[in-house]
Structures are given as structure tokens and as C-alpha cells.
């Protein structure tokens, strides 16, 4: 059951050997980059109790390395390695975390709203 929810749920990780980390031999079920991105979003709980607040700008913002290093990695103008895969994809978890709690914020009063 496991095994099929993590196949499910990580469909759009491409989990290449050579952008994976590994241990003992054992390849981890992710790539560098959304181990980084899983990472992040343990900093949800604390944006979504205020204990660390980000803007909606910032949040965009923080998207940018990855995308930056995805991007320039994909077109071939330079190659990429597993640490700063992992910086990168933090950056962009804990922007897509707040993400999550703005627009959920946003919605939530706006449902208030029309009551």
C-alpha cells in the first residue's frame, strides 16, 4: 500500500539515479530537488500559526532558484549538482507552504464574508 501511494503521489518527481541521493545502496524515493521542496513545507506549521510570517511576493520570490536552476540546467547552459538541488528545492518548498496558507487564508475569508 505504501509503495503504491509514494508512486501515486510522487508522479511528477523523475527519481534519476544520478539526481538522487542514496544510502547503503538504496536509493531514496525522490530526486535531490524534491527531497529540498519535502523538506520545506515542514516550515507550513509554522507560517500557518504565525510564527514565522512570508508576503505573497516573498513567497513567488522564493521560487525563483529552482527555477533558475532547473531551467538553465534543462536548456544545457550549465549542469546542476545534488547540494545546491536540495538548497534550491527548500527555497521553493517553504514559498509553495506559504503559498498554501495565504491563498487559504484569502479563501477562508472570503467564504466568511458571504455568510
Known sequence: MARAWTKVALVSCHRRPDRSFSYR???YSVC?????IL???LAYPLLLLNIVEIGFIASLVLQLPALADGGTQ???WRTSNNPLRVVTG???GV???????LIGRYLAQLVVSLW
Open 39 to 41: 523538506v520545506g513545507y
Open 25 to 27: 545502496g538504496r536509493q
Open 74 to 76: 534543462y536548456r544545457g
Open 32 to 36: 535531490a530537488r524534491c527531497t529540498g
Open 90 to 92: 527548500v527555497l521553493s
Open 95 to 101: 514559498g509553495q507552504a506559504g503559498l498554501v496558507v
